[in-house]
């Protein structure tokens, strides 16, 4: 027994060796659960994740319930508007204190032997109370740092993390393309779906932002749109622009630094988009970059680690729950800029659910895809998962779209077919694996 | 190994002391996650395992998927009728290339990012290769990754992970004769009839592997079995082959077993009556052709034959193979197919489905009380002060080397035995088991 990938050193797991042309990962950080365990300690108990939108917990008593890597956590809105975050446990036995997912509520009685805790997580009743209790030793205990950016709530167990806003970097530029869609602001459609993938979890970060799979894996979703389409029942902002799936048009692919990344690709018929109906308020308000990349660029984006947001056919959040090295669970909620029209709600909705719900037609192969590639990857012998291509045609730093829209990537490449995004992801994930900070 | 597992020395595992009449099993080899990941390495990835049929992979194209321990893997029959084995993962991103467990393709294309492979294993295509490489790029280094070694015998297909093994033949041994004994069955060559059925047993897979080949509990597990095979075939008038011969249950016959060294074990009895085996149609070509030892032996006899660690070969009421694969240390993944004579008449192939079904299907009356016993047997494992799995009914009849009917048919076990209810086959297969677990 060779007793462990972890003692025999991360650093041959990621062979990264560009100046000769070679980027490959050893394909046991998909399957090995001693590597899945690090993951758990460095990289999501260190650094931030992604918890909820502010939209979710918008009014005094709203609570969400969520995981920050294996650990239940919720956010709760307080009295004065702000928002705090409690490790989903209570004081006494550890039960967790939240009865649903979302709900509001003032106080949290726990549901085993009821303990009640406020809003402030003090703990304000304990049942058949002995005297002199001090029942503030039961607080409680707040989660290190809670921060957000623009409505999107991220939270850290790790104290000593550097700003939120450091951390976002460049992603705050593509961040800000959704928020500002709307002078409202963004609300969260109410619902969401949940589904759980057998495979491992970056098998899923990689595959919200490879353009590469796209013309393979949803080619019969293209298809089926097209067809159904042509019928001729579907126009304007009901149909899906699916040219971009067929190729052919201008794409590529960006490494935002910190591990986060993101993909483009131009969209052929920008009218059918559910945004277009904005487009006079966003010429006048907004830059002409940030108009061209909302309304004429699909654009999926991956805050490391937890976090995919996507505005390609619909616009949505994806967050991913790591549960093993061979089980990842997903939810996805759909996002949209308050006060669009009916009109505009509807083909938004429809498309979420055509292509990133389960039940839809392009989910569902994702799934299929990525269930194939963790089986594959048990195939050991056949050790290496390859990031070679267009390694040779990157830009280092921002190209010229990224200078107009004025963020810093840390390379650039003009395809979303190309791998160069995922080095920086695996560069970050290396780097906090081995106990460094990002 | 370190030779230390849980506060137990590996040698102590198999208490092998038969001069002092014992010969028994700690019963942590059923249960322990470390011995588990031992044996992944050593006995199913990095020894020669089962793979497929040949008959199952005939034409070019033909692909077969499986796993070689816990890595896929397929066959691809090559457009020269040579057979070659790959690592089941495209070279880019590990998907497996094989849309359905078996099939037929010339390429195999990724579902994942459409690279292109040929027969061969060779890349043929890499979706939009061009501008995206480097100067000089060879596709060549994106070939598919081929298996350790592959073999064939008699129409056996079998495989390693590992290059670093014997020669199928010196690994299969005395085991030959017994898989002889199947394929000479037809002069046109054995087929794998279509279906397949694929079970979970909640228990460890050297269970099963000793459940294969242990006749002792046949007459309590299968009493109902017999029982009702016998009341349904005097109450509808079954005749011939039609009816499935239940004396052996009832212990009226002739039977015994084989330590075949390696690791490698047979149990047998005589059949009763054997115009009841859809086989005996073919008793005067088989006279002619094969000497009357072996005949006895391929007709006369039913056999059950387990190639180290985990391949069932199976010749009784009908004829099987079965493979056992281990999941996890608690959990069993058994595939099983029907094997038939292809030139058999079409009652004889009736029959043998009928009793395929009856028997061996795990929705049949048989496999589903051998599932119940396993899953006792597992979960009464755990109860570990309790701590020694018994081997050593029948040590004092144990003959060493081949007894009478041996001879006749030509192989040399390592020890021959009396009844089918002894215990001195499993002998090899626990010392082999070790030698393999050391090595870890």
């Known amino acids: 027994m060779d007793g462990g990938i972890v003692k025999n050193g991360l ?150 993390v550097m700003p939120l806003e450091d951390w976002l970097g460049a992603t705050k530029a593509w961040i800000d393309l959704m928020v500002v869609q709307s002078p409202d602001g963004l609300e969260v459609v109410p619902g969401n779906s949940t589904y759980r993938i057998d495979g491992n979890w970056k098998l899923q970060a990689e595959n919200g932002v490879d353009g590469y799979h796209v013309s393979t894996v949803h080619r019969v979703f293209a298809h089926t749109i097209q067809s159904r389409e042509s019928k001729g029942e579907y126009t304007g902002i009901k149909k899906t622009e699916a040219g971009r799936i067929a190729g052919g048009v201008p794409t590529g692919s960006y490494d935002l630094g910190n591990g986060h990344m993101a993909i483009w690709a131009q969209h052929t018929t920008p009218e059918v988009r559910p945004i277009w109906e904005a487009k006079d308020r966003l010429e006048k308000e907004l830059t002409p970059a940030q108009v061209e990349w909302i309304l004429r660029r699909g654009r999926n984006l991956y805050i490391f680690p937890n976090l995919l947001l996507m505005d390609n056919p619909s616009t949505q959040i994806r967050l991913m729950k790591p549960v093993s090295a061979n089980r990842v669970d997903v939810t996805v909620y759909c996002i949209a800029p308050r006060g669009e029209s009916k009109a505009a709600r509807a083909g938004r909705l429809r498309k979420f659910e055509d292509f990133y719900l389960t039940a839809g037609m392009a989910t569902s192969d994702d799934i299929a895809a990525l269930e194939d590639t963790h089986e594959g990857s048990l195939a050991r012998e056949a050790k290496w998962s390859e990031f070679t291509r267009g390694i040779d045609t990157y830009t280092k730093g921002p190209d010229e779209d990224a200078k107009a829209l004025g963020f810093e990537p840390a390379a650039s490449s003009a395809n979303w077919d190309h791998e160069v995004l995922f080095h920086g992801f695996y560069r970050n994930w290396l780097k906090l694996m081995k106990g460094e900070t990002a | 190994m370190d030779g230390m597992q849980g506060g137990l020395r590996l040698d102590a595992l198999v208490d092998d002391r038969p001069k002092d009449k014992v010969f028994r099993v700690d019963r942590n080899i059923y249960l322990d996650e470390a011995i588990f990941e031992a044996e992944m390495k050593t006995l199913f990835e990095g020894n020669w395992q089962f793979i497929c049929h040949e008959s199952q992979v005939r034409k070019p194209g033909d692909y077969f998927a499986t796993h070689l321990g816990r ?29 359905y467990q078996k099939g037929n393709a010339k390429t195999l294309t990724c579902r994942f990012h459409s690279w292109t492979y040929k027969c061969s294993g060779e890349c043929i295509a890499i979706k939009n290769e061009d501008g995206t490489y480097p100067e000089g790029f060879d596709r060549s280094v994106y070939d598919l990754k081929e298996i350790g070694a592959l073999g064939s015998y008699r129409g056996f297909v079998f495989g390693s992970i590992s290059a670093d093994v014997a020669p199928l033949e010196d690994f299969l041994g005395e085991a030959k004769a017994f898989l002889d004994f199947v394929a000479d069955q037809s002069a046109a060559g054995l087929e794998v009839l279509p279906g397949s059925q694929r079970y979970i047993v909640g228990g460890n897979w050297k269970m099963s592997t000793e459940n294969a080949v242990d006749g002792y509990h046949t007459s309590t597990v299968h ?31 002739r039977n015994g077993c084989y330590d075949l060294g390696q690791g490698h074990m047979v149990i047998w009895a005589e059949r009763d009556p054997v115009s009841t085996s859809p086989l005996s149609e073919a008793e005067a070509r088989l006279e002619r052709d094969h000497p009357s030892g072996k005949v006895d032996w391929m007709l006369r006899r039913g056999r059950n034959l387990i190639v180290f660690p985990s391949l069932m070969i199976n010749d009784f009421a009908a004829t099987q193979i079965r493979i056992f694969r281990p999941i996890s240390v608690d959990r069993t993944e058994v595939t099983i197919y029907c094997l038939a004579p292809s030139e058999e008449s079409r009652e004889a192939r009736y029959a043998r489905l009928r009793k395929f079904e009856d028997f061996f299907m795990a929705s049949g009356m048989a496999t589903s009380d051998d599932v119940v016993a396993l899953e006792a047997t597992h979960e009464g494992s755990r109860g570990r002060v309790a701590r020694w799995g018994e081997f050593h009914r029948g040590m004092n009849t144990m003959i060493v080397g081949p007894d009478d009917v041996a001879l006749a048919g030509g192989f040399r076990p390592e020890t021959s035995n009396t009844s089918w209810d002894h215990e001195t086959l499993y002998y090899s297969f626990y010392r082999t088991w070790l030698k393999h677990i050391e090595r870890a």
């Open chain 1, 11 to 160: 650093d041959a797991l990621v062979d990264d060796r560009v100046d000769e042309g070679m980027f490959r990962v050893d394909r046991s950080v998909y399957t090995d659960e001693e590597i899945f365990e690090l993951e758990m300690r460095n990289i999501f108990e260190k650094t931030w994740v992604f918890l909820c939108h502010e939209a979710q917990v918008a009014k005094h008593g709203d609570y969400f319930w969520t995981e920050i890597g294996r650990q239940p956590v919720y956010v709760h809105r307080q009295e004065d508007g702000s928002l705090r975050c409690f490790i989903n446990a209570c004081s006494h036995r550890a039960a967790i204190l939240t009865p649903f997912r979302q709900g509001n509520a003032k106080t949290l009685t726990c549901r085993f032997h009821g303990w009640t805790y406020k809003c402030s997580g003090a703990c304000v009743g304990i049942k058949n109370e002995e005297e002199g209790t001090d029942r503030s030793h039961y607080d409680l205990r707040e989660i290190a740092r809670l921060e957000s950016y623009k409505g999107f709530v991220f939270g850290c167990l790790n104290p000593d």
């Open chain 2, 223 to 253: 009493r109902v079995f017999a029982n009702t095979v016998r009341q349904r075939e005097a109450r509808e008038g079954y005749e011939g082959m039609m009816k499935t011969e239940v004396g052996r249950l009832a212990r009226q016959v």
């Open chain 2, 71 to 99: 890595q896929p893997i397929y066959v691809h029959r090559q457009p020269d009728g040579g057979l070659k084995g790959f690592l089941n993962a495209c070279s880019h991103r590990a998907a497996i290339l094989t849309p």
